[in-house]
């Protein structure tokens, strides 16, 4: 009985909760729009899937470009949409993609963390706001929400990191820059 309280001590002392604990990494996820492109091929329609197609890879060029000259806060990995069941499953190997698309031999995460961050855009979850809005949704590890960033309109300095395509509905609107603030608010000491 007496190991009792020196053993909660000891799981008190190394379990911190991830608002305590420093992130380690952010995965974000690069859309592929699968579902509208098979859609467009089965009705054959391959001009409408290549152009999706083509919209989604200059989607994620400008969501790369903002992470990448805006977020500094943690390592940056990148994944597609196609593999966000791995990603809930913690399975990251050959999955985790570098701003080149290239895999990432090493991270700094494994399975066995839980001290990182999932970003999408997408819309939130109605927990911030009631009415669904789109714009980078932040979650935990567990897929809880943590933050959302609304779209709004960009200086101009900020329109190199814009990509707007509404025949098909496929749009980004940076929130690297503020995602980096709300992190060093929340997690700096």
């Given at each position: ?46 001009a409408d899937a290549q152009k ?138």
């Amino acid at each position: 009985m007496k190991l009792l309280p020196i053993i909660a001590g000891l799981l008190l002392l190394f379990y911190q909760p991830v608002s305590a604990q420093k992130i380690k990494a952010l995965l974000v996820q690069l859309n592929t729009e699968q579902s509208k492109i098979a859609t467009f091929k089965r009705v054959g329609k391959i001009a409408d899937a290549q152009k999706v197609a083509k919209a989604c890879t200059g989607m994620n060029k400008k969501m790369i470009r903002d992470f990448t000259d805006n977020f500094a806060f943690c390592p940056v990995y990148y994944y597609v949409d196609t593999n966000l069941d791995l990603i809930k499953k913690k399975q990251f190997a050959n999955i985790l993609l570098d701003e080149h698309g290239l895999p990432v031999a090493d991270p700094v995460i494994s399975a066995l963390d839980t001290n990182y961050l999932v970003a999408l855009y997408g819309f939130d979850d109605g927990t911030v706001n009631v009415v669904s809005t789109k714009g980078l949704v932040v979650y935990t590890d567990k897929f809880k929400q943590k933050f959302f960033f609304r779209r709004y309109m960009v200086n101009e300095a900020g329109k190199k990191y814009v990509y707007i395509c509404n025949e098909y509905n496929i749009d980004y609107c940076p929130g690297a820059k503020n995602l980096e603030l709300r992190m060093h608010h929340h997690y700096d000491e």
